[in-house]
């Protein structure tokens, strides 16, 4: 057993804490990493607000990280001690009929299927002050040592930068595959992302990689737009600065709607808006933000019924076992520039002020 630091969620609505945790060892399957960097993404802050009813507290949270295996237990073939790996909020089992689908990137023995916050099976590997502390998407990477399921860690290249790569564990993947996977954004096409945080910026990069030609970035705080510029944003607006719907602005301002929409706030209104402002008849709309549990959408079935096609994406579509390494790669060979990402770096005991942060914009 090892004792180390964990920022703990011990009810819904209430800070962090900082507290020494106990984390047992692996069990047969499983894999215990010392995370070395964190990022935090806005799920986390949904899981504090109790946006997550399946989720039990108190909860570790954290999902965006990277770090080196300590141990493994029975049976582990795929990593060692000392590997550098990504825990993925995701995990790739390679067994069941949706990881053997070429096109899927869900896979069936997540813990989405599974009871959600304790590993497979079923038991917790984090106890504190003599309580059990349960797992979130079974990586909790806000402890200093947390243990993941083998099928839920993926071995990347030991050059890479733990306190970089880490951000590919969620935010950069998800933003960057939403356009390049799910979207599949074409050369030459016009897009629209609705919310400029890591995902939204992540978003941004994702469709100027893929050659769009007008990226209209769309943010209530425009403290967001010089970063969304220096990313490949051609134009910058905010719906505060109209008095007509945002999708009517987007419309007038391309013609017909762009070819590529993407909401990356979670709002039911956003989502409406988003899929309101692309082509009538071509456009796409990807859903990225993750909804308020229980939100429910009215919209007019005419939007869709002229040939709109409304999708959604997990992480941005990669199989994350195949794919992070490949981006962990991509990234030493600076294909991209994830770092930009990067706007505070704090030590685990000022956790929360990275909350504040997060929901002050910044
Ligand atoms: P963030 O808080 O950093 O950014 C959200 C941005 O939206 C902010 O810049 C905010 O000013 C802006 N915004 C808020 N309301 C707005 C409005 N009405 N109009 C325009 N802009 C508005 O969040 P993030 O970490 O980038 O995450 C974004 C969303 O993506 C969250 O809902 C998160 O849960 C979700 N997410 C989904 C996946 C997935 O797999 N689908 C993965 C990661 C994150
Ligand atoms: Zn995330
Ligand atoms: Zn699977």
Redesign the pocket.
């Known amino acids: 057993v090892i004792r180390c630091r964990a920022a703990v969620a011990w009810a819904v609505g209430k800070p962090l804490s900082v507290e020494e945790v106990e984390v047992a060892p692996p069990k047969a399957g499983e894999v215990r990493v010392k995370i070395v960097a964190t990022g935090i993404?806005?799920?986390d802050e949904?899981l504090l607000e109790g946006s997550f009813p399946n989720v039990d507290f108190p909860v570790i949270p954290g999902h965006e990280g990277a770090g080196i295996v300590e141990s493994v237990g029975e049976g582990v073939t795929s990593v060692k001690p000392g590997d550098k790996v990504i825990p993925l909020c995701l995990p790739q089992c390679g067994e069941c009929s949706f990881c053997l689908n070429p096109e899927s990137n869900y896979c069936l023995k997540c813990h989405v299927s599974e009871p959600q916050s304790l590993l497979p099976d079923k038991t917790s590997r984090f106890t504190c002050k003599g309580k059990q502390i349960h797992h979130f998407l079974w990586v909790s990477t806000f402890a200093e040592y947390t243990v993941i399921p083998e099928y839920a860690v993926a071995k990347i290249d030991a050059a890479a930068p733990l306190d970089k790569v880490c951000l590919l564990a969620?935010?950069f993947s998800?933003g960057y595959g939403a356009a390049i996977n799910t979207a599949k954004v074409k050369p030459g096409s016009t897009c629209a992302v609705?919310?400029?945080?890591?995902?939204?910026l992540s978003v941004v990069m994702g469709c100027k990689a893929a050659g769009a030609s007008c990226i209209v970035a769309?943010?209530?705080?425009k403290d967001?737009f010089a970063k969304a510029k220096e990313l490949g944003a051609t134009h910058c607006i905010s719906?505060h600065d109209f008095k007509k719907p945002i999708q009517e602005v987007l419309t007038e301002m391309t013609g017909h709607g762009v070819d590529y929409s993407f909401e990356?706030?979670?709002?039911a209104d956003?989502m409406t808006a988003a899929l309101a402002s692309c082509n009538m008849n071509t456009g796409v709309c990807v859903m990225?933000?993750?909804p308020a549990s229980g939100s429910v959408i009215s919209f007019d079935p005419m939007l869709v019924l002229s040939g709109r096609t409304w999708k959604g994406?997990?992480?941005g579509g990669w199989k994350m076992r195949d794919c992070i390494p490949r981006l962990v790669a991509s990234y030493l060979e600076k294909k991209f520039n994830s770092d930009v990402l990067i706007t505070h770096t704090l030590p685990i005991a000022k956790v929360n002020e990275g909350f504040e942060l997060?929901r002050a914009?910044k």
Request: hydrophobic share 35%; charged share 5%.
């Open positions: 993404c806005h799920t949904h969620c935010g998800t609705f919310g400029l945080g890591g995902v939204g769309i943010d209530i705080n967001k719906p990356v706030i979670g709002h956003t990225v933000g993750v994406t997990l992480l997060l914009g």
